[in-house]
Protein backbone atom coordinates (compact mmCIF):
# COMPACT_ATOMS: atom_id res chain seq x y z
CA UNK A 1 0.00 0.00 0.00
CA UNK A 2 1.27 3.45 -0.74
CA UNK A 3 2.53 5.18 2.26
CA UNK A 4 2.94 2.26 4.19
CA UNK A 5 6.12 1.39 2.55
CA UNK A 6 7.73 5.08 3.25
CA UNK A 7 6.96 4.07 6.53
CA UNK A 8 8.65 1.12 6.86
CA UNK A 9 11.72 2.58 5.27
CA UNK A 10 12.15 4.91 7.37
CA UNK A 11 11.45 2.20 10.16
CA UNK A 12 14.33 0.26 8.63
CA UNK A 13 16.83 3.48 8.13
CA UNK A 14 16.17 4.55 11.59
CA UNK A 15 16.86 0.98 13.14
CA UNK A 16 13.28 0.64 14.41
CA UNK A 17 12.25 -1.99 12.81
CA UNK A 18 8.63 -3.70 14.15
CA UNK A 19 8.62 -6.72 15.86
CA UNK A 20 6.32 -9.30 15.24
CA UNK A 21 5.26 -12.46 16.78
CA UNK A 22 3.31 -15.14 14.99
CA UNK A 23 0.74 -18.05 15.91
CA UNK A 24 0.27 -20.38 13.55
CA UNK A 25 3.01 -22.17 11.13
CA UNK A 26 0.77 -24.29 8.58
CA UNK A 27 0.42 -23.19 4.60
CA UNK A 28 -0.38 -19.75 5.14
CA UNK A 29 1.73 -19.07 8.14
CA UNK A 30 4.57 -20.23 6.13
CA UNK A 31 4.01 -17.39 3.24
CA UNK A 32 3.88 -14.62 6.07
CA UNK A 33 7.40 -16.17 7.64
CA UNK A 34 8.78 -16.24 3.90
CA UNK A 35 6.98 -12.31 2.87
CA UNK A 36 8.38 -10.67 6.30
CA UNK A 37 11.55 -12.20 6.57
CA UNK A 38 12.49 -11.98 3.30
CA UNK A 39 10.85 -8.70 1.62
CA UNK A 40 9.60 -6.73 4.03
CA UNK A 41 11.77 -3.58 5.73
CA UNK A 42 11.16 -2.27 8.64
CA UNK A 43 9.82 -5.26 10.17
CA UNK A 44 11.12 -8.19 11.58
CA UNK A 45 9.32 -11.68 12.79
CA UNK A 46 10.71 -11.78 16.22
CA UNK A 47 9.34 -15.49 17.12
CA UNK A 48 6.89 -18.02 15.98
CA UNK A 49 4.59 -19.96 17.66
CA UNK A 50 3.04 -23.64 16.90
CA UNK A 51 1.90 -26.55 18.77
CA UNK A 52 4.36 -28.54 16.63
CA UNK A 53 7.53 -26.50 17.42
CA UNK A 54 8.87 -28.43 14.21
CA UNK A 55 6.52 -26.81 11.78
CA UNK A 56 7.66 -23.37 13.38
CA UNK A 57 11.34 -23.99 12.68
CA UNK A 58 10.35 -25.41 9.40
CA UNK A 59 8.71 -21.42 8.71
CA UNK A 60 12.19 -19.92 9.72
CA UNK A 61 13.89 -22.00 7.67
CA UNK A 62 11.82 -21.78 4.48
CA UNK A 63 12.15 -18.40 4.86
CA UNK A 64 16.54 -18.42 5.33
CA UNK A 65 16.37 -17.72 8.88
CA UNK A 66 18.46 -20.58 10.17
CA UNK A 67 19.07 -20.98 13.80
CA UNK A 68 16.16 -20.21 15.57
CA UNK A 69 16.04 -21.34 19.37
CA UNK A 70 13.59 -22.72 20.83
CA UNK A 71 12.27 -21.08 24.68
CA UNK A 72 9.42 -22.17 27.30
CA UNK A 73 9.37 -18.85 29.24
CA UNK A 74 8.78 -15.21 28.82
CA UNK A 75 12.14 -13.84 29.90
CA UNK A 76 13.79 -16.48 27.52
CA UNK A 77 11.90 -15.10 24.54
CA UNK A 78 12.32 -11.57 25.40
CA UNK A 79 16.40 -12.15 25.49
CA UNK A 80 16.12 -13.80 21.89
CA UNK A 81 14.53 -10.57 21.10
CA UNK A 82 16.94 -8.85 22.65
CA UNK A 83 19.58 -10.20 20.67
CA UNK A 84 18.13 -10.77 17.26
CA UNK A 85 17.68 -14.43 17.28
CA UNK A 86 14.50 -15.59 16.35
CA UNK A 87 12.64 -17.95 18.65
CA UNK A 88 10.04 -20.76 18.04
CA UNK A 89 7.77 -22.49 20.88
CA UNK A 90 4.81 -24.68 21.23
CA UNK A 91 3.37 -21.81 23.82
CA UNK A 92 1.40 -19.23 21.85
CA UNK A 93 0.85 -17.29 24.72
CA UNK A 94 4.52 -16.50 25.57
CA UNK A 95 4.24 -14.35 22.49
CA UNK A 96 0.72 -12.30 23.86
CA UNK A 97 3.37 -11.74 26.63
CA UNK A 98 6.49 -10.64 25.77
CA UNK A 99 7.40 -7.24 26.16
CA UNK A 100 9.86 -7.05 22.97
CA UNK A 101 6.90 -7.58 20.41
CA UNK A 102 4.60 -5.06 19.06
CA UNK A 103 1.87 -7.10 17.22
CA UNK A 104 0.74 -10.55 17.10
CA UNK A 105 -0.80 -12.03 13.98
CA UNK A 106 -3.01 -14.62 14.51
CA UNK A 107 -3.13 -17.58 11.71
CA UNK A 108 -4.30 -20.61 12.87
CA UNK A 109 -8.10 -21.19 11.90
CA UNK A 110 -8.84 -22.01 15.49
CA UNK A 111 -11.77 -19.99 17.48
CA UNK A 112 -10.94 -21.20 21.15
CA UNK A 113 -7.25 -21.30 20.90
CA UNK A 114 -7.28 -17.62 18.92
CA UNK A 115 -9.75 -16.56 21.37
CA UNK A 116 -7.06 -17.06 24.42
CA UNK A 117 -4.09 -15.59 22.02
CA UNK A 118 -5.93 -12.55 20.75
CA UNK A 119 -7.49 -11.45 24.33
CA UNK A 120 -3.85 -12.38 25.77
CA UNK A 121 -2.65 -10.25 23.40
CA UNK A 122 -4.81 -7.40 24.13
CA UNK A 123 -4.25 -7.41 27.80
CA UNK A 124 -0.47 -6.72 27.29
CA UNK A 125 -0.99 -4.03 24.68
CA UNK A 126 -0.43 -5.35 21.55
CA UNK A 127 -2.34 -4.65 18.37
CA UNK A 128 -3.56 -7.97 16.42
CA UNK A 129 -4.22 -9.11 13.23
CA UNK A 130 -6.56 -11.97 11.88
CA UNK A 131 -5.64 -14.24 9.59
CA UNK A 132 -8.92 -16.47 11.22
CA UNK A 133 -12.28 -15.08 9.81
CA UNK A 134 -13.86 -17.99 11.81
CA UNK A 135 -12.52 -16.04 15.06
CA UNK A 136 -13.63 -12.28 14.09
CA UNK A 137 -16.84 -13.83 12.84
CA UNK A 138 -17.98 -15.79 16.28
CA UNK A 139 -16.29 -13.23 18.98
CA UNK A 140 -14.67 -9.92 17.13
CA UNK A 141 -17.71 -7.61 17.94
CA UNK A 142 -16.63 -8.69 21.84
CA UNK A 143 -12.97 -8.72 20.81
CA UNK A 144 -12.66 -4.97 19.08
CA UNK A 145 -14.76 -4.09 22.42
CA UNK A 146 -11.32 -5.06 24.61
CA UNK A 147 -9.12 -3.67 21.85
CA UNK A 148 -10.62 0.07 21.54
CA UNK A 149 -10.52 -0.31 25.92
CA UNK A 150 -6.88 -1.30 25.16
CA UNK A 151 -6.08 1.10 23.41
CA UNK A 152 -4.28 -1.25 20.19
CA UNK A 153 -5.37 -1.68 17.29
CA UNK A 154 -7.90 -4.76 16.28
CA UNK A 155 -7.92 -5.96 12.76
CA UNK A 156 -8.46 -8.29 10.06
CA UNK A 157 -5.68 -8.98 7.25
CA UNK A 158 -5.41 -7.24 4.22
CA UNK A 159 -4.78 -9.73 1.30
CA UNK A 160 -7.85 -11.74 2.53
CA UNK A 161 -10.95 -11.74 0.81
CA UNK A 162 -11.96 -9.83 3.34
CA UNK A 163 -9.76 -7.37 3.51
CA UNK A 164 -9.61 -6.92 -0.12
CA UNK A 165 -12.98 -5.95 0.04
CA UNK A 166 -12.86 -3.72 3.01
CA UNK A 167 -10.24 -1.67 0.95
CA UNK A 168 -12.13 -1.59 -2.23
CA UNK A 169 -14.88 -0.30 -0.20
CA UNK A 170 -13.20 2.55 1.44
CA UNK A 171 -12.11 3.50 -2.14
CA UNK A 172 -15.46 3.06 -3.48
CA UNK A 173 -16.67 5.19 -0.43
CA UNK A 174 -14.21 7.74 -1.22
CA UNK A 175 -15.70 8.32 -4.69
CA UNK A 176 -19.05 9.33 -2.95
CA UNK A 177 -20.46 5.96 -4.36
CA UNK A 178 -22.67 3.96 -1.72
CA UNK A 179 -21.88 0.05 -1.70
CA UNK A 180 -24.90 -2.52 -1.86
CA UNK A 181 -23.15 -5.29 -2.22
CA UNK A 182 -20.04 -6.86 -1.37
CA UNK A 183 -19.70 -10.08 -3.36
CA UNK A 184 -17.01 -12.79 -3.63
CA UNK A 185 -15.80 -14.61 -6.96
CA UNK A 186 -16.04 -18.04 -6.37
CA UNK A 187 -14.88 -21.75 -8.30
CA UNK A 188 -16.57 -23.93 -6.30
CA UNK A 189 -19.54 -24.49 -3.95
CA UNK A 190 -20.82 -28.34 -2.84
CA UNK A 191 -21.44 -28.23 1.23
CA UNK A 192 -21.29 -31.65 1.55
CA UNK A 193 -17.54 -32.09 0.85
CA UNK A 194 -15.29 -33.40 3.33
CA UNK A 195 -11.52 -33.59 3.76
CA UNK A 196 -11.32 -36.75 2.12
CA UNK A 197 -13.04 -35.58 -1.03
CA UNK A 198 -10.69 -32.91 -1.11
CA UNK A 199 -7.43 -35.09 0.02
CA UNK A 200 -5.85 -34.94 -3.30
CA UNK A 201 -6.09 -31.22 -3.90
CA UNK A 202 -4.99 -30.28 -0.26
CA UNK A 203 -1.77 -32.88 -1.18
CA UNK A 204 -1.27 -30.68 -4.56
CA UNK A 205 -0.93 -27.19 -2.87
CA UNK A 206 0.80 -28.47 0.62
CA UNK A 207 -2.57 -27.04 2.17
CA UNK A 208 -4.46 -28.84 5.37
CA UNK A 209 -7.41 -30.74 4.07
CA UNK A 210 -10.10 -29.65 6.56
CA UNK A 211 -8.94 -25.86 5.64
CA UNK A 212 -9.73 -26.75 2.18
CA UNK A 213 -13.18 -28.08 2.79
CA UNK A 214 -13.94 -25.08 4.77
CA UNK A 215 -13.47 -23.30 1.21
CA UNK A 216 -15.43 -26.04 -0.43
CA UNK A 217 -18.29 -26.87 1.58
CA UNK A 218 -19.18 -22.84 2.24
CA UNK A 219 -18.08 -22.80 5.89
CA UNK A 220 -14.70 -20.26 4.94
CA UNK A 221 -17.13 -17.88 2.93
CA UNK A 222 -20.19 -17.44 5.11
CA UNK A 223 -17.24 -16.41 7.78
CA UNK A 224 -15.58 -14.27 5.33
CA UNK A 225 -18.88 -12.42 4.01
CA UNK A 226 -19.85 -12.46 7.61
CA UNK A 227 -17.53 -10.00 8.85
CA UNK A 228 -17.81 -8.20 5.83
CA UNK A 229 -21.01 -6.95 6.66
CA UNK A 230 -20.44 -6.67 10.42
CA UNK A 231 -17.64 -4.37 9.50
CA UNK A 232 -19.96 -2.38 6.80
CA UNK A 233 -23.32 -2.71 8.65
CA UNK A 234 -24.61 -4.62 6.13
CA UNK A 235 -26.74 -8.15 5.56
CA UNK A 236 -27.75 -11.10 3.78
CA UNK A 237 -30.49 -11.45 1.64
CA UNK A 238 -31.39 -14.96 3.18
CA UNK A 239 -30.20 -18.20 4.96
CA UNK A 240 -26.79 -18.86 2.77
CA UNK A 241 -26.85 -16.01 0.44
CA UNK A 242 -28.25 -16.17 -2.89
CA UNK A 243 -24.79 -16.92 -4.56
CA UNK A 244 -25.95 -17.46 -8.03
CA UNK A 245 -24.02 -19.17 -10.54
CA UNK A 246 -23.06 -18.63 -14.08
CA UNK A 247 -20.97 -19.71 -16.77
CA UNK A 248 -17.40 -20.20 -16.39
CA UNK A 249 -15.38 -17.42 -17.46
CA UNK A 250 -19.01 -14.81 -17.51
CA UNK A 251 -17.27 -11.43 -16.32
CA UNK A 252 -17.36 -10.08 -13.31
CA UNK A 253 -18.67 -6.44 -14.92
CA UNK A 254 -22.58 -8.36 -15.64
CA UNK A 255 -22.71 -8.94 -11.44
CA UNK A 256 -25.80 -6.27 -11.86
CA UNK A 257 -27.57 -8.30 -13.71
CA UNK A 258 -27.26 -11.83 -11.44
CA UNK A 259 -29.09 -9.94 -8.35
CA UNK A 260 -32.92 -8.56 -7.37
CA UNK A 261 -32.14 -4.94 -8.35
CA UNK A 262 -35.45 -4.05 -6.45
CA UNK A 263 -33.13 -5.43 -3.25
CA UNK A 264 -30.49 -3.61 -4.04
CA UNK A 265 -31.89 -0.36 -4.65
CA UNK A 266 -34.40 -0.27 -2.11
CA UNK A 267 -32.16 1.75 0.31
CA UNK A 268 -31.21 -0.37 2.36
CA UNK A 269 -28.55 -1.63 4.58
CA UNK A 270 -27.11 -3.60 1.47
CA UNK A 271 -26.10 -7.44 1.13
CA UNK A 272 -22.75 -9.39 1.57
CA UNK A 273 -22.88 -12.44 -1.04
CA UNK A 274 -21.37 -14.52 -3.32
CA UNK A 275 -21.28 -15.84 -6.93
CA UNK A 276 -20.09 -19.07 -8.46
CA UNK A 277 -18.13 -19.58 -11.84
CA UNK A 278 -17.53 -15.92 -12.66
CA UNK A 279 -14.24 -14.13 -13.89
CA UNK A 280 -11.84 -12.79 -12.85
CA UNK A 281 -11.34 -15.49 -9.92
CA UNK A 282 -10.97 -15.71 -6.62
CA UNK A 283 -11.18 -11.55 -6.66
CA UNK A 284 -13.72 -9.85 -5.05
CA UNK A 285 -16.53 -7.06 -6.14
CA UNK A 286 -18.84 -4.20 -4.84
CA UNK A 287 -22.20 -3.27 -6.72
CA UNK A 288 -22.67 0.40 -5.59
CA UNK A 289 -24.69 3.54 -6.60
CA UNK A 290 -24.44 7.15 -6.62
CA UNK A 291 -26.97 9.77 -6.49
CA UNK A 292 -25.83 12.72 -8.67
CA UNK A 293 -26.95 12.87 -12.06
CA UNK A 294 -23.59 14.40 -13.52
CA UNK A 295 -21.55 11.67 -11.86
CA UNK A 296 -23.50 9.16 -13.03
CA UNK A 297 -22.94 10.45 -16.62
CA UNK A 298 -18.77 10.10 -15.68
CA UNK A 299 -18.87 6.65 -14.46
CA UNK A 300 -20.77 5.61 -17.53
CA UNK A 301 -17.81 7.54 -19.81
CA UNK A 302 -15.65 5.65 -17.61
CA UNK A 303 -17.12 1.99 -18.82
CA UNK A 304 -18.67 1.49 -15.49
CA UNK A 305 -22.00 0.45 -16.86
CA UNK A 306 -25.51 2.39 -17.48
CA UNK A 307 -26.26 1.96 -13.49
CA UNK A 308 -27.86 2.39 -11.84
CA UNK A 309 -25.32 0.12 -10.53
CA UNK A 310 -21.84 0.27 -10.98
CA UNK A 311 -19.73 -2.39 -10.75
CA UNK A 312 -15.96 -2.21 -8.84
CA UNK A 313 -13.68 -5.17 -8.56
CA UNK A 314 -10.06 -6.44 -7.53
CA UNK A 315 -9.48 -9.51 -10.00
CA UNK A 316 -7.28 -10.74 -7.29
CA UNK A 317 -6.55 -11.52 -3.44
CA UNK A 318 -3.25 -12.38 -2.18
CA UNK A 319 -3.21 -13.35 1.34
CA UNK A 320 0.48 -13.74 3.40
CA UNK A 321 1.53 -11.22 0.93
CA UNK A 322 -0.24 -8.54 2.16
CA UNK A 323 -0.18 -8.84 6.07
CA UNK A 324 2.77 -7.27 6.15
CA UNK A 325 0.98 -4.09 5.40
CA UNK A 326 -1.96 -4.94 7.94
CA UNK A 327 1.21 -4.94 10.45
CA UNK A 328 2.34 -1.30 9.40
CA UNK A 329 -1.35 0.02 9.14
CA UNK A 330 -1.57 -0.96 13.05
CA UNK A 331 1.65 0.22 14.23
CA UNK A 332 2.71 2.80 12.40
CA UNK A 333 -0.91 4.77 11.69
CA UNK A 334 -3.33 3.15 14.04
CA UNK A 335 -5.57 2.09 11.25
CA UNK A 336 -7.77 -1.17 11.20
CA UNK A 337 -8.14 -2.90 7.68
CA UNK A 338 -11.21 -4.09 8.61
CA UNK A 339 -13.08 -5.02 12.09
CA UNK A 340 -16.20 -5.06 13.68
CA UNK A 341 -18.19 -1.66 13.66
CA UNK A 342 -20.69 -2.71 16.74
CA UNK A 343 -22.88 -5.33 17.59
CA UNK A 344 -23.00 -8.56 14.97
CA UNK A 345 -25.03 -8.11 12.05
CA UNK A 346 -24.67 -11.61 10.73
CA UNK A 347 -24.17 -15.11 11.99
CA UNK A 348 -22.46 -18.17 10.94
CA UNK A 349 -24.67 -20.79 11.82
CA UNK A 350 -24.92 -24.70 11.43
CA UNK A 351 -26.24 -27.14 9.36
CA UNK A 352 -26.05 -31.00 9.39
CA UNK A 353 -23.72 -32.05 6.41
CA UNK A 354 -24.95 -36.07 6.87
CA UNK A 355 -27.48 -37.29 9.53
CA UNK A 356 -26.07 -36.83 12.89
CA UNK A 357 -27.01 -39.00 15.94
CA UNK A 358 -27.94 -38.40 19.77
CA UNK A 359 -24.38 -38.73 21.43
CA UNK A 360 -22.19 -37.16 18.23
CA UNK A 361 -19.41 -35.06 19.40
CA UNK A 362 -19.27 -32.04 16.74
CA UNK A 363 -16.60 -31.77 14.27
CA UNK A 364 -14.30 -29.08 13.90
CA UNK A 365 -15.21 -26.47 10.69
CA UNK A 366 -14.40 -27.61 7.86
CA UNK A 367 -14.75 -31.60 8.42
CA UNK A 368 -17.38 -34.40 8.26
CA UNK A 369 -20.34 -33.30 10.22
CA UNK A 370 -21.33 -29.78 9.89
CA UNK A 371 -20.98 -27.09 7.47
CA UNK A 372 -21.50 -22.85 8.07
CA UNK A 373 -24.61 -20.57 6.41
CA UNK A 374 -24.62 -17.24 6.68
CA UNK A 375 -27.76 -15.91 8.27
CA UNK A 376 -28.90 -12.46 9.74
CA UNK A 377 -28.31 -12.32 13.32
CA UNK A 378 -31.45 -10.91 15.28
CA UNK A 379 -33.41 -13.82 13.45
CA UNK A 380 -30.17 -16.44 13.95
CA UNK A 381 -30.83 -15.46 17.97
CA UNK A 382 -34.67 -15.53 17.55
CA UNK A 383 -34.47 -19.21 16.98
CA UNK A 384 -32.03 -19.82 18.70
CA UNK A 385 -29.37 -20.90 16.31
CA UNK A 386 -26.13 -22.60 17.31
CA UNK A 387 -23.18 -20.55 15.67
CA UNK A 388 -20.49 -22.65 14.26
CA UNK A 389 -18.15 -21.37 15.39
CA UNK A 390 -18.87 -22.60 19.22
CA UNK A 391 -19.73 -26.04 17.81
CA UNK A 392 -16.59 -27.81 17.96
CA UNK A 393 -17.03 -30.37 20.62
CA UNK A 394 -20.70 -30.27 21.59
CA UNK A 395 -22.59 -33.20 22.18
CA UNK A 396 -25.92 -33.52 20.49
CA UNK A 397 -28.81 -34.13 22.66
CA UNK A 398 -30.76 -35.98 20.17
CA UNK A 399 -30.82 -37.39 15.85
CA UNK A 400 -30.25 -34.10 13.62
CA UNK A 401 -31.50 -34.83 9.92
CA UNK A 402 -29.27 -33.79 7.29
CA UNK A 403 -28.80 -30.16 6.17
CA UNK A 404 -31.43 -29.06 9.25
CA UNK A 405 -30.09 -26.26 10.90
CA UNK A 406 -28.84 -26.70 14.78
CA UNK A 407 -30.09 -24.73 17.76
CA UNK A 408 -28.76 -24.29 21.49
CA UNK A 409 -31.27 -26.74 22.13
CA UNK A 410 -30.12 -29.11 20.08
CA UNK A 411 -26.44 -29.78 22.04
CA UNK A 412 -24.70 -29.58 25.10
CA UNK A 413 -21.52 -27.31 25.28
CA UNK A 414 -18.00 -28.08 26.57
CA UNK A 415 -17.28 -26.67 30.03
CA UNK A 416 -15.34 -23.57 30.51
CA UNK A 417 -14.55 -22.48 27.32
CA UNK A 418 -13.22 -19.12 26.74
CA UNK A 419 -15.30 -18.58 23.12
CA UNK A 420 -18.70 -19.37 25.54
CA UNK A 421 -17.64 -16.30 28.06
CA UNK A 422 -17.05 -14.09 25.70
CA UNK A 423 -20.24 -15.11 23.64
CA UNK A 424 -22.16 -14.21 26.81
CA UNK A 425 -20.04 -10.64 27.18
CA UNK A 426 -20.75 -9.77 23.70
CA UNK A 427 -24.52 -10.15 24.02
CA UNK A 428 -24.63 -8.32 27.47
CA UNK A 429 -22.14 -5.23 26.04
CA UNK A 430 -24.32 -5.36 23.28
CA UNK A 431 -27.91 -6.04 24.91
CA UNK A 432 -28.77 -9.26 22.94
CA UNK A 433 -30.19 -11.79 25.18
CA UNK A 434 -28.29 -15.06 25.77
CA UNK A 435 -29.39 -18.03 24.29
CA UNK A 436 -30.72 -20.29 27.64
CA UNK A 437 -28.58 -23.04 26.96
CA UNK A 438 -25.60 -21.50 26.13
CA UNK A 439 -25.46 -21.44 30.52
CA UNK A 440 -25.49 -25.42 30.29
CA UNK A 441 -22.46 -27.74 29.72
CA UNK A 442 -21.12 -30.79 29.54
CA UNK A 443 -17.35 -32.22 30.26
CA UNK A 444 -16.02 -33.46 26.92
CA UNK A 445 -12.42 -35.20 26.47
CA UNK A 446 -10.95 -35.79 23.28
CA UNK A 447 -10.26 -39.56 22.34
Known amino acids: MILVDTALKARQAAGRPIRVGMVGAGFMGRGVALQICRYVPGMVLAAIANRTVA ?20 AALERCIELGQPAITDDALLLSRAGGIDVIIEVTGAVEHGAHVVLEAIRHGK ?12 VGAILKVHADRAGVVYTVSDGDQPGVTLNLARFVLG ?13 LHDPYRNPTTQEGFARQWGQNPSMVTSFADGSKISFEQAVIANALGMEVAQRGMLGPTVAPGTPISKAAEWYPQEL ?18 PGVFILG ?30 CHFETPTSVARAVLFHDACLAPAGAPRVEV ?28 FPLARQQNLL ?26 L ?34
Do not use: W
Open 55 to 74: QARRAYSEAGELGAREVSSV
Open 127 to 138: HVVLLNAELDGT
Open 175 to 187: LGVKPVLCGNIKG
Open 264 to 281: LLSGGPGIVDYVVGAEPG
Open 289 to 318: THDDPAQQHYLKLYKLGPGPLYCFYTPYHL
Open 349 to 376: VTAAKIGLHAGDVLDGIGHYMTYGLAEN
Open 387 to 412: PIGVAEGCVLRHDVPKDQVLTYDDVL
Open 414 to 447: PEGRLVDKLRREQDAYFGTPAPAQQRQSVAVHSA
